[in-house]
């Protein structure tokens, strides 16, 4: 495979030679094992405002502050169960989780999974947004500058009636 590369033009050859090596293994050399290697990733991700929202719906639905916490505790373990299965695994090998999953469903049947997994970092990203937006908008609202109330909805010009 790789003599027919070479015969190519260079710069396919470089190509596929920088995509084969993107998912190699990570050699062991390579790989942050310490706290202070990985804390910023992992408190990034608990300090999502999604979270503040969930914090808040416990009370909206009419729990007390420690049945809340309990709920929130309790979900949280079990979601992290299951993705440190994953962690496990890419630790033992070396390689992602996305790289693993074409030994299982091979090149064109990660398609799927990988698609997948753009959909909901792009869903994370979009309702993180959003809650950030609405904070936002809502502490306007209060301060007098904008109205929380209207719809946000851009020029009237171009939109239809």
Known sequence: MHENLSTAT????????????????IPESARTRSVAGQFWIWAG????????????LGVQLGLGFADTVTVLVVGN????ALFGLFVLLGQRTGA??????RAV???RGNYLPSAIQALLGIGWCAVN??????LVMA???????????????????????
């Open 105 to 107: 469903f091979g090149r």
């Open 129 to 134: 947004t959003w809650i950030i937006l609405d």
């Open 45 to 56: 991700a608990n300090l999502a405002p999604i979270n503040w929202v969930l914090g808040a």
């Open 10 to 25: 260079p710069g396919a050859a470089t190509a596929q030679t920088d995509v084969e090596q993107n998912l190699q293994s």
């Open 96 to 101: 992602t989780g996305m790289v693993l999953a």
């Open 77 to 80: 373990l079990i979601g992290m």
């Open 139 to 161: 502490l306007l609202g209060k301060l007098g500058m904008v109205d929380p109330e209207q719809p946000n909805v851009g020029p009237r010009s171009w939109w239809p009636s």
